[in-house]
């Protein structure tokens, strides 16, 4: 699975939208972009996944430029239950293959 | 909703115990996957496994072991715990037949060993 870059921590007001970054210059034709979150002492959440076009569910919507390089996660409007790990993660659609987490952006939702 | 739960959420065990953590899912996937996590290191996988009585190694299996008798059962084993295992502990699930193939976690058991 390609790696990602991420900023180790963001800050956000709450009310605003958080724009979070991640490059992944080395995808692959086949692999998909997946957003995952954690919040402090629980198990990571699903967020999103796309390949190469927009994507927008009830959490978040995902922005993959053209080239594939680097993507963006948008909160739409942040609350402080938003406050958490956020990880980006490259990996291809099928199998058993496991989740590099990587360490990730942390952040935190001002009031 | 999909529904990951793990038999403790804390538990405290002494060097060289055999330790167990169990993990059950009800969605009926395929797959299973034990992870630790410790502080800047993020996730690291330490067994799966894509079927009954299937597994196979992750990044740091060494110290572990693996049972899958049940699809929806999936147990971890440390049969000599050691201090350098303490950790938070997090199983997983996914199914191919499940859209994205996301993975869906437990709650995590926070494993300390003295």
């Known amino acids: 699975d390609a790696k990602t870059t991420q900023p180790p921590s963001m800050d956000c007001a709450e009310g605003r939208a958080a724009n979070l970054p991640c490059n992944h210059s080395?995808?692959?034709?086949?692999?998909?972009v997946y957003w995952y979150r954690q919040i402090h002492s629980q198990g990571p959440q699903y967020i999103i996944h796309g390949l190469k076009n927009n994507e927008t569910n009830e959490m978040a919507s995902l922005i993959i430029t053209e080239d594939r390089k680097s993507s963006t996660l948008i909160l739409p409007h942040a609350t402080l239950r938003d406050t958490a790990v956020y990880y980006c993660i490259v990996r291809i659609l099928t199998g058993a293959n496991n989740l590099f987490f990587g360490t990730g952006t942390r952040l935190t939702v001002i009031p | 909703d999909v529904k990951v739960t793990q038999s403790s959420r804390y538990l405290v065990k002494r060097t060289g115990e055999k330790v167990f953590l169990e993990c059950v899912q009800d969605?009926?996937?395929?797959?299973m996957f034990w992870y630790r996590q410790d502080p800047g290191l993020g996730l690291r996988l330490i067994y799966f496994s894509y079927d009954v009585k299937m597994k196979e190694k992750g990044d740091i299996p060494e110290g572990y072991s693996v049972s899958r008798e049940k699809k929806e059962r999936f147990s971890l084993i440390l049969e000599s715990a050691s201090t350098n295992q303490t950790s938070m502990y997090l199983c997983?699930?996914?199914?191919?037949?499940?859209?994205?193939?996301?993975?869906?976690f437990g709650p995590g058991t926070r494993l300390t060993v003295l």
């Open positions: 969605m009926d996937h395929e797959n």
């Open positions: 080395t995808i692959s034709g086949n692999e998909y």
């Open positions: 997983a699930s996914s199914s191919p037949r499940a859209g994205g193939n996301e993975q869906f």
